[in-house]
């Protein structure tokens, strides 16, 4: 084997020129799929955080049947003891109890459907970014206050202004109808239009009130510090809190179209790069072909000698492996680097495009990811490409006779 390891690094060198084309063009893809993959995945993540962090949160505790079908009938007590387990927890950083309720907003003789959020102000900071998201005016502080925050586009379809009074009027727990006069304190801008238009954020003990409640709330929103850390957050919970009627949901099933829209885009990326992959292939499979084509008297003679084809088959693989491998590492250190580079150098989006993110509540920002598995990953694929693309090359070796081989010119 030393002796075929041997005889391979030498065929390799003795067309320098060849296999340095081949050599590049297999660096080349690897540089390129880690680059392309590593700003894709890194996108991905910022833009789940940012998305997860402006209100959904990581992790929700809910009745079961509430995701499917929202209803106030469908909630559960909260206390204070359930909270201290779960701040406890490794990898949580923030817990908040939430009611979520559908209902009517008046001013003067403008009426629009709402989605209203009792909060505890508090607490909420500590699970979402939704005080960031302000856009005019204060967040209130307390969460028994008569203070509201609404989403900056329903404010204008009220045609109301900051400071006014306005009524919401919704269904109570008992099935009967509660309404409350509430002053608007301030407005926010989240980047979803439907949310913005939508949105009411009241005090937790306001929303007890005007829905009757008592201590009763719809969702427990989670905040951990990974997204990594979902998962087994999601399966510590469950085991804690031991309660057939509750269910612990992770941002996957809450957000679930979410999910689906970043998966299929994710989807055309490895298309993408798997026709890159697939064009290096051609150019080791014309590199590899030519290399063994003219060496056919060489391959004869040998053969001729005593020397088993299986084993010229095996030098055959090994020259490919060494270009591949050459390729790979240098293509690997690059990628590295490139992508190091966008991490500490994130690339900003301006103009048009800028406001296209904007307005779905994604980043206009590319940032990159240095995870192991995407240098894995494009490695094993170049070298699973680079094996399959010898098949026929050896193949024509395996067959070769001896004075076929002599006489070929």
């Known amino acids: 084997m030393k002796l075929l390891l041997l005889l391979a690094w030498r065929n390799v060198w003795r067309n320098k020129r060849r296999s340095f084309i081949t050599l590049s063009a297999v660096a080349f893809a690897a540089l390129m799929a880690i680059a392309m993959r590593g700003i894709q995945l890194g996108t991905y993540a910022l833009n789940y955080k940012t998305i997860i962090e402006t209100f959904p949160g990581y992790i929700q505790i809910q009745k079961i049947g509430y995701k499917k079908n929202p209803s106030l009938n469908k909630a559960f007590v909260y206390s204070e003891n359930l909270e201290t387990k779960l701040i406890s927890m490794h990898g949580v950083t923030g817990s908040s109890p939430r009611i979520n309720a559908d209902g009517l907003v008046s001013f003067g003789d403008v009426s629009l459907g709402a989605a209203v959020f009792g909060i505890i102000p508090e607490k909420e900071k500590n699970v979402s970014t939704i005080f960031e998201k302000l856009n005019e005016g204060n967040f209130f502080w307390y969460d028994s206050t008569n203070e509201i925050v609404v989403g900056y586009k329903l404010l204008a379809n009220l045609d109301a202004k900051i400071g006014d009074e306005i009524v919401i009027l919704s269904q109570g727990y008992d099935g009967s109808l509660g309404n409350m006069k509430y002053k608007i304190s301030g407005t926010v801008k989240t980047g979803n239009t439907v949310f913005d238009a939508m949105a009411v954020f009241i005090g937790l003990k306001s929303a007890h009130q005007l829905l009757g409640m008592d201590t009763k709330v719809n969702t427990i929103a989670i905040k951990v510090s990974s997204l990594e850390k979902t998962n087994p957050v999601r399966n510590e919970i469950k085991s804690v809190i031991n309660n057939p009627e509750l269910v612990v949901l992770t941002w996957e099933e809450i957000m679930l179209e979410l999910k689906q829209s970043m998966e299929f885009d994710n989807v055309s990326g490895i298309f993408f790069l798997g026709i890159l992959i697939i064009i290096v292939a051609f150019g080791i499979l014309n590199t590899v072909l030519m290399s063994v084509t003219e060496r056919f008297r060489e391959f004869g003679v040998v053969l001729a000698i005593g020397m088993p084809q299986i084993n010229l088959v095996q030098v055959v693989y090994i020259e490919t492996f060494f270009i591949t491998l050459l390729g790979i590492l240098i293509g690997n ?40 598995m995407i240098f894995l990953n494009v490695s094993i694929s170049i070298i699973v490409i680079s094996i399959i693309s010898c098949f026929y090359p050896a193949y024509k070796t395996y067959k070769l006779e001896p004075l076929k081989g002599i006489r070929h010119t």
């Open 333 to 372: 250190i690059a990628g590295y680097f490139v992508n190091y580079y966008i991490v500490l150098n994130p690339i900003i989006l301006g103009g048009g495009l800028a406001e296209v993110y904007a307005e779905y509540n994604f980043v206009p920002r590319l940032e990159s990811s240095l995870d192991v």
